[in-house]
T-cell receptor, first 114, second 113 residues
Framework: GAGVSQSPSNKVTEKGKDVELRCDPI?????LYWYRQSLGQGLEFLIY????????KSGLPSDRFSAERTGGSVSTLTIQRTQQEDSAVYLC????????????FGPGTRLLVL | TQLLEQSPQFLSIQEGENLTVYCNSS?????LQWYRQEPGEGPVLLVT?????EVKKLKRLTFQFGDARKDSSLHITAAQPGDTGLYLC?????????????FGKGTHLIIQP
């Protein structure tokens, strides 16, 4: 379909390993967002990309987290030296970035750090 | 302190009953959104409210934005099992519409047939 897609859908990793999560936004959407959803904290904003502007990284919980967006489309969220508290669902959303700022979410990547 | 407080956290009712869930804050917002999330999926936008006192209806769902734009409610009439899900309210993260969103922790709603 034409929605936001994320991969992998599930990821199990060992503590200390690095992981990469991928997001393919809706074609033509200039704005892309990453969120984390965990049982205790609910849905938390992580980072926001708008066109070619510098990303808003204000929500990243530590310097182990980074994200990039290549060519204004696909985005990768990288978590280095994963910790058990990183276990969560990582959700990506995109929007047209114009007057209608409705965000369309992907199904998420479920990350489990053992 | 959570910016958006949603209540109740959990609600389980029988099909056909009415219910109201709440989203409260001490801050004033330019707009507020309600989302529904089903297991294994991302949140889906239900409505955006922007004017104090605004009421919007979506079939059996009625959304209200408080006069002071600090709170909102969602009322469901004659609930159906298909209404089951996590209901989330959200506001713009840094005050602008195109920025990220700040979410409440949500109300887990179960409608029993």
């Amino acid at each position: 379909g034409a929605g936001v897609s994320q991969s992998p859908s599930n990821k199990v990793t060992e503590k200390g390993k690095d992981v990469e999560l991928r997001c393919d936004p809706i074609s033509g959407h200039t704005a892309l967002y990453w969120y984390r959803q965990s049982l205790g904290q609910g849905l938390e904003f992580l980072i926001y990309f708008q066109g070619n502007s510098a990303p808003d990284k204000s929500g990243l919980p530590s310097d182990r987290f980074s994200a990039e967006r290549t060519g204004g489309s696909v985005s990768t969220l990288t978590i280095q030296r994963t910790q058990q508290e990183d276990s969560a669902v990582y959700l990506c959303a995109s929007s047209s970035g114009r007057e209608d700022w409705t965000q369309y979410f992907g199904p998420g990547t479920r990350l489990l750090v053992l | 302190t959570q910016l958006l407080e949603q209540s109740p956290q959990f609600l389980s009712i029988q099909e056909g009953e009415n219910l109201t869930v709440y989203c409260n804050s001490s801050s004033v917002f330019s707009s507020l959104q309600w989302y529904r999330q089903e297991p294994g999926e991302g949140p889906v936008l239900l409505v955006t409210v922007v004017t104090g006192g605004e009421v919007k209806k979506l079939k059996r769902l009625t959304f209200q934005f408080g006069d002071a734009r600090k709170d909102s409610s969602l009322h469901i009439t004659a609930a159906q099992p298909g209404d089951t899900g996590l209901y989330l309210c959200a506001v713009p993260h840094l005050g602008g519409g195109a920025d990220g969103l700040t979410f409440g922790k949500g109300t887990h709603l179960i409608i029993q047939p």
